[in-house]
Each structure stands twice: as structure tokens, then as C-alpha cells.
């Protein structure tokens, strides 16, 4: 198995235009995660899918977020607009469902917002 | 959440064991003992997990207090490719894993 898949992997836009993250989760894995690692607040959980369906949306920062899974092999995390506080690496990761199966992370994207 | 403390860094010669502790005094019951690292530039990636019973995988050993208030990561032979950012997590019976700022290691050739 390739792995998460997460394009692109660097992003460099300017403040006020839309972006767009993606996710292809491992086959079989039906929980996925957004996560986004800064220096200040280290890694933090945006959002939780299981089968598809948000279940934990907490903690997308503000309505400018939005992340999407219309199927079990892709996901969106959307930013529109960007700010350069949203400057930061964003982790996707999947895992089948359950509390003691292990998370398998993404390469990242690093988002930079000029 | 309950919370884990652990020192900020560690420095280790290769080939030499590395044992990383991590402080959970108010875990629960039900807290699985998670253990992830992030090498530079790449995700987290999952190491091992345990609830009361020492383990064993093929990438480290977790030792568990006997009243589970504080437990033991150990890297029996320590590689270059060892230096990370080691995470201790507890993990109650749902999907959470919240990172703190972990223990980074440094390995010396």
C-alpha cells in the first residue's frame, strides 16, 4: 500500500485566495483525520470522519475551514479565504475504527500564506 | 484530557539503549498508553501501545508502571535514523490522540 496521500505537498498562495488540501486515506481505513502542526500550538485534531460522515468538527478554527469526504478514498480540507495565520503543515491520517488501532499519517502539505 | 509530562529532550550515543519516561499520574482506567514519533520533516508515525503489561514490536519496548502513573519508552539500539520527536499519549476508548510537545531525541554518531 502507498500510504496517505496528500497533495499537493507545498503550497504557497497569497492572502485572500482559496485553498484546497487533499487526502486519499489508506484502502480499508474508514476513520480519517485533519490535523494541522504549528510551532506555537503544535499538532492539533481539526476534524474526524468515520465512514465518511463528520463526526468532530470542533476543531476547525472558524467558518473560513471546510473539509468534505464524498467517498471513502478522498478528502478535501478547503480554506477560503486564506490568511497568513493559517500558515502551517496539515496532516491527513486514516486508521480503521477503534481506540487501539494506530493513526497512519500523511507526508503533510506545508501552507504557506503570503 | 488527562495529560503526560515528559522531559523536553534527550541526547543518546548510537547503538546505545535510550529509555524515555513519561508521567501520567491522574491516568484513568481506561487510558491506553500510546506512543508515536515524528521524524524531521515527515508525519507522526505510530511506535507502540500498552495498557498495564510490558510490550514488545520490533521498533521498541513499553515498560508500565505497576500503579500506571508512569511508563517507559525504551530504543534498545539507538540509529541515526532514531532521532525524532517521541509523543506519549493517553488514549481513552475513542478515536482522540492529542500530541503535547514530546521529548525530542538527538542520536550522536
Known amino acids: 500500500d502507498a500510504g496517505v496521500i496528500q497533495s499537493p505537498r507545498h503550497e504557497v498562495t497569497e492572502m485572500g485566495q482559496e485553498v484546497t488540501l487533499r487526502c486519499k486515506p489508506i484502502?480499508?481505513?474508514?476513520?480519517l483525520f485533519w490535523y494541522r502542526q504549528t510551532m506555537m500550538r503544535g499538532l492539533e485534531l481539526l476534524i474526524y470522519?468515520?465512514?465518511?460522515?463528520?463526526?468532530?468538527d470542533s476543531g476547525m478554527p472558524e467558518d473560513r475551514f471546510s473539509a468534505k469526504m464524498p467517498n471513502a478514498s478522498f478528502s478535501t480540507l478547503k480554506i477560503q479565504p486564506s490568511e497568513p495565520r493559517d500558515s502551517a503543515v496539515y496532516f491527513c491520517?486514516?486508521?480503521?475504527?477503534?481506540?487501539?488501532?494506530?493513526?497512519?499519517f500523511g507526508p503533510g502539505t506545508r501552507l504557506t500564506v503570503t | 484530557d488527562a495529560k503526560t509530562t515528559q522531559p523536553n529532550s534527550m541526547e543518546s550515543n548510537e547503538e546505545e539503549p535510550v529509555h524515555l519516561p513519561c508521567n501520567h499520574s491522574?491516568?484513568?482506567?481506561?487510558?491506553?498508553i500510546h506512543w508515536y514519533r515524528q521524524l524531521p520533516s515527515q508525519g507522526p508515525e505510530y511506535v507502540i501501545h500498552?495498557?498495564?503489561s510490558n510490550v514488545n514490536n520490533r521498533m521498541a519496548s513499553l515498560a508500565i508502571a505497576e500503579d500506571r502513573k508512569s511508563s517507559t519508552l525504551i530504543l534498545h539500539r539507538a540509529t541515526l535514523r532514531d532521532a525524532a520527536v517521541y509523543y506519549c499519549i493517553l488514549r481513552a476508548n475513542d478515536y482522540k490522540l492529542s500530541f503535547g510537545a514530546g521529548t525530542t531525541v538527538t542520536v550522536r554518531a
Open positions: 500498552g495498557l498495564t
Open positions: 470522519f468515520n465512514n465518511n460522515v463528520p463526526i468532530d
Open positions: 484502502s480499508g481505513h474508514n476513520s
Open positions: 491520517a486514516s486508521s480503521q475504527t477503534g481506540p487501539h488501532y494506530e493513526q497512519y
Open positions: 491522574t491516568i484513568s482506567g481506561t487510558d491506553y
